[in-house]
């Protein structure tokens, strides 16, 4: 005997919503300072850029890497 | 005398025993037998076609969730079922040769069908098989973290965490910079099934703190001035049995989730709060 539920489920992948994008791949990437063009090295505060000054954020409070590993 | 008082019930019960009546309970009991066994087989159903649904969607986990409350409203209609059937065809036709509370065991059949054994297995499937599709889905996604990333300003290897399933920062260990790892959908949705997980895993636990409750339900609450020793021992058996689950549900936790290592104490405090509230109702301390 064939599953009742096989219906449901056929529906329910037929209906399914899609909101914007889907992202299927992960991806890395490094903000560089637009004004120097200096990395964020760790350990500095995230939201200025520590050689030049510039502001990432424009937030009062310091962002800092937690420990990763 | 001439029959003109003879009295109605005592006609009911002089039939009591009819075979007709006989053969309603008999059918009544065939009916109940039978949507059992059709509930029992629709869980069977319900979780091969979930899991088989799983695999064809390459792990698309809203279709399956979604599908399973479908299947979850089905099954509870089965149940509503039974209710219907009595009240419309099952009673009608017993009142023909009993009183209405001559009949409060027939409908205590159906009841007990409906509440005590499907509403009751359907809290535990659900359980079940959230988990199931959870952890299925859990081992396809976390195969994605374990995929090489590397650091986009000097292209060296860099290691994700497997414990954060959403976007966060990683340094590298050669040139120090501060990398952005956006995970995809998969990795973030890892968050959204881990207390399905843990509850899953915690099984064993919830059966023994369902058990402590219907101990307790079958327990007559005692009047003032009774003596409530009884009742009291019964409501720290369940006290006991619902702290070992959210224990329990809270260690499953952490283990995916270390962030919560530290709350899990406080957690369970939480979750105990509505149960001394129940208990200073009921027992007064």
Redesign the interface.
């Known amino acids: 005997m064939a599953n009742p539920f096989k219906k449901t489920t056929n529906n329910a992948n037929i209906s399914k919503n899609i909101y914007g994008t889907e992202r299927e791949t992960s991806e890395t990437k490094t903000r560089k300072c637009p004004n120097c063009g200096a990395a964020r090295p760790a350990d500095t505060n995230l939201t200025t850029c520590d050689y030049c000054g510039f502001q990432f954020m424009d937030i009062k409070d310091e962002i800092r890497i937690d420990d990763q590993k | 005398m001439f029959g003109f008082f003879g009295n109605k019930k005592e006609k009911k019960q002089e039939t009591a025993e009819h075979p007709e009546f006989i053969k309603l309970v008999e059918r009544w009991d065939t009916f109940l037998s039978k949507m059992e066994t059709r509930f029992n087989e629709?869980l069977i159903?319900?979780k091969?076609?979930?899991l088989?649904?799983l695999e064809e969607?390459n792990y698309?986990i809203?279709?399956?969730l979604?599908?399973w409350h479908?299947?979850k409203a089905?099954l509870m209609a089965m149940g509503n079922k039974i209710n219907t059937t009595y009240d419309e065809k099952v009673l009608p036709q017993m009142l023909n040769h009993k009183e209405h509370y001559q009949l409060l065991d027939q409908a205590a059949k159906g009841t007990y069908l409906r509440e005590q054994v499907i509403h009751t297995k359907i809290e535990r499937f659900e359980i079940e098989i959230e988990g199931e599709i959870s952890i299925r889905f859990y081992n396809h996604a976390v195969h994605?973290?374990n995929?090489s990333?590397?650091?986009?300003?000097c292209g060296a290897k860099?290691?994700?965490?497997k414990d954060i399933f959403h976007a966060?920062?990683?340094?590298c260990d050669y040139?120090?910079?501060?990398?952005?790892?956006?995970?995809?959908?998969k990795?973030?949705q890892i968050r959204w099934i881990v207390d399905n997980i843990a509850k899953y895993k915690a099984l064993n636990e919830w059966d023994a703190m369902q058990k402590t409750e219907n101990e307790l339900m079958n327990m007559c609450p005692p009047h003032k001035g009774q003596d409530n020793t009884a009742y009291k021992n019964a409501f720290e058996k369940r006290e006991k049995a619902t702290r070992t689950f959210w224990t329990k549900y809270f260690t499953e936790r952490a283990e995916y989730l270390p962030e919560y290592a530290d709350t899990i104490e406080h957690d369970v405090e939480v979750k105990m709060k509505w149960f001394y509230e129940e208990r200073k109702r009921e027992l007064g301390y």
């Open positions: 629709s159903q319900a091969e076609a979930l088989d649904n969607s698309d809203h279709p399956t979604t599908a479908g299947i089905q994605f973290l995929k990333f590397k650091c986009t300003q860099i290691e994700v965490r966060h920062y990683v340094t040139c120090n910079t501060v990398n952005t790892f956006t995970p995809n959908d990795i973030t």
